[in-house]
């Protein structure tokens, strides 16, 4: 199966709250991660990504994590807007190269 | 610059047909993905191919799939005889060198097996 998983399948937020997305990934190995996004009817979109040489990397609104040690990911998302509801996706490239994906994470915001 | 193009954005099909499902890459980029997507789920990782070549077709079931990226034209994801179970959307994905991975996706093909 995929070895990149998802604590959370939904995320209601706050409408001006901070987000925090999580990932879990099982492959040691992994040197490069991505935050994509899906909106409903649309192929997914990119966000940020972040190499395994660094911990944090920030983008406009968004942060990514990484936990090498504890093999976490997160995406942080500030001042969550309406225009934020859909599902994000983690993925990971291996050792192989291939990129895989997890199962996503639905983030709902809140009026 | 265009971005990623796929179609048909939606194709039906009846059991025992052949879908072809095609991807035409970013100008520039010689890399593809296919992936396969059910609804509430992630996408599956299917083929990466480069220009005339299949580097990984190990998400690909070794039956009635096929895929290709020629040198010249769009990659084309072939499904022969489907069945109700390939019913899903179909998303290709294509990036410019390795090193470079930042997938950029096309809209999808909807296919649907009836």
């Known amino acids: 199966g995929e070895s990149v998983g998802l604590h959370l399948p939904t995320l209601s937020v706050q409408e001006g709250d901070n987000s925090i997305i999580n990932c879990a990934y099982s492959?040691?190995?992994?040197?490069?991660f991505i935050w994509y996004k899906q909106e409903s009817g649309k192929g997914p979109q990119f966000i940020i990504d972040i190499r395994s040489n660094m911990d944090k990397r920030q983008g406009q609104r968004v942060t990514v994590l990484l936990n090498k040690t504890v093999k976490h990911l997160s995406l942080q998302i500030a001042a969550t807007q309406p225009g934020d509801s859909a599902v994000y996706f983690c993925?990971?490239?291996?050792?192989?190269?291939?990129?895989?994906f997890g199962k996503g994470t639905r983030l709902h915001i809140l009026p | 610059n265009a971005g990623v193009m796929q179609n048909p954005r939606h194709l039906v099909r009846r059991r025992g047909q052949e879908a072809r499902l095609r991807c035409s890459p970013m100008?520039?980029?010689?890399?593809v993905y296919w992936y396969r997507q059910l609804p509430e789920e992630g996408l599956k990782f299917m083929v990466y191919l480069q220009k005339e070549n299949i580097i990984d077709e190990s998400g690909m079931p070794k039956e009635r799939f096929s895929a290709e990226f020629p040198k010249e034209g769009p990659s084309i994801l072939r499904i022969q005889q489907v069945v109700r179970g390939d019913s899903a959307a179909y998303f290709c994905?294509?990036?410019?060198?390795?090193?470079?991975?930042?997938?950029?996706f096309g809209s999808g093909t909807q296919l649907s097996v009836l």
């Open positions: 100008k520039g980029h010689s890399h």
């Open positions: 993925a990971e490239r291996g050792r192989d190269d291939k990129i895989i």
């Open positions: 492959n040691s190995a992994s040197d490069y």
């Open positions: 994905a294509s990036f410019p060198t390795r090193g470079d991975e930042k997938l950029f």
